[in-house]
């Protein structure tokens, strides 16, 4: 069973509802597919996770 609580992340919306949800801990951040949990999801370091927002924010990616 996941110990860590799962959120959707603020990145998500719009008219066709494509949503993720996160889960973070200080050891990984997880991310899914809200339409397709059953498929499991992606685990990446904190640091990274924080990269990747940092390059959504500054309009990079």
Wanted: glycine residues 8%; negative net charge; aromatic residues 8%.
């Amino acid at each position: 069973m996941d110990d860590q609580a799962w959120h959707k992340s603020s990145y998500s919306g719009g008219v066709r509802q494509n949503c993720v949800e996160v889960a973070e801990s200080p050891a990984e951040v997880k991310v899914r597919d809200t339409q397709n949990r059953e498929r499991g999801h992606l685990s990446f370091p904190p640091t990274e996770w924080s990269a990747f927002l940092a390059d959504i924010q500054s309009g990079g990616l």
